[in-house]
């Protein structure tokens, strides 16, 4: 498999993992697993061709490890960035780094100066331990700036973070207090 058309299967899987799995009438459960037969079937009736040797070739090197596989080998989901409300992964309350980093685009700056970190379409703010990554996730939508965090002083004022699988942080929403921003 081309670099393409990895790419295209794993966006592929994002879509209907993460967003819209009735496009392709998939029904994920709660934690958002869906049946990785089930899964295979509904892509095939819909153009997309799929097989487990491709799935765990994504699940496995995928760069991002969006997705897992469970324990028994018979489901798959995407481990966090859910915007349908059919899903809701129950996420344990982890301590967080003193500092957590937000990449976002300059043009987005007034909004949140005004409003803090919201989820937008998704459940959670997603937010990184890695400066570079926050860089390189702000640079796809503009002219990029890495906000920072003060993580540890909101959970010790009770604010929950989750971290999913992949090593992403969760939560709800930053308020503006505990943000900061240097340009990339």
């Not at 043009?107 to 390189?136: C, K």
Request: contains cysteine; hydrophobic residues 40%.
């Amino acid at each position: 498999m081309n670099n393409k058309q990895f790419a295209e299967i794993s966006k592929f899987l994002s879509y209907v993992l993460r967003h819209e799995p009735q496009a392709i009438g998939l029904t994920l459960d709660r934690e958002g697993w869906a049946d990785i037969d089930a899964l295979i079937s509904a892509a095939a009736q819909h153009g997309r061709r799929l097989n487990r040797e491709l799935l765990d070739l994504v699940v496995c090197t995928s760069e991002k490890m969006r997705f897992a596989v469970s324990e028994d080998g018979a489901s798959i989901r995407a481990v966090q960035g859910h915007s349908t409300d059919s899903v809701s992964i129950s996420f344990e309350d982890n301590p967080p780094p003193p500092l957590l980093y937000h990449g976002t685009a300059t043009r987005f700056l007034e909004s949140i100066r005004a409003q803090g970190l919201l989820p937008g379409a998704r459940q959670h703010v997603h937010l990184t331990e890695n400066v570079q990554t926050a860089m390189s996730v702000g640079q796809r939508y503009g002219k990029p700036v890495v906000l920072t965090i003060a993580a540890g002083t909101m959970h010790n004022k009770g604010i929950k973070f989750y971290q999913a699988q992949n090593g992403v942080w969760l939560i709800p929403t930053v308020p503006v207090q505990f943000l900061s921003e240097s340009s990339g």
